[in-house]
Nanobody, 118 residues
Framework: QVQLQESGPGLLKPAQTLSLTCTVS??????????WSWIRQSPGKGLEWMGQ???????YFSSSFRSRASMSRDTSGNQFTLHLSSVTLEDTAVYYC??????????WGHGAQVTVSS
């Protein structure tokens, strides 16, 4: 069974950098069948795809986040990490990681609440 678990700080101040890690079990993040995405849901809004990292390590981002988002990975730990710089109050959301394939997302983490507050 594939499982994903998000971890990271729950509370940040404006202008800080958010780093969220997704730890994957039951599948390898280097498998060439899948990519691995970050998706968020802000209060009162729908799901928003932020970006993904491919099995090769290549990354792709929504234009909304391209200027301040990056991703890294630890293949030995089977983890990938989202870095989002210069956070604002509007970055308050539940952040999800998900396994991604041609037809969408088949496994999700439970989500991590991130609150940006001064």
């Amino acid at each position: 069974q594939v499982q994903l678990q998000e971890s990271g700080p729950g509370l940040l101040k404006p202008a800080q950098t958010l780093s969220l890690t997704c730890t994957v079990s039951g599948a390898s993040i280097t498998s060439d069948e899948y990519s691995w995405s970050w998706i968020r849901q802000s209060p009162g809004k729908g799901l928003e795809w932020m970006g993904q990292i491919a099995f090769s390590g290549s990354t792709y981002f929504s234009s909304s986040f391209r200027s301040r988002a990056s991703m890294s990975r630890d293949t030995s730990g089977n983890q990938f990490t989202l870095h989002l710089s210069s956070v604002t109050l509007e970055d308050t959301a539940v952040y999800y990681c998900a396994r991604t394939w041609a037809y969408g997302y088949d496994f999700w983490g439970h989500g991590a609440q991130v609150t940006v507050s001064s």
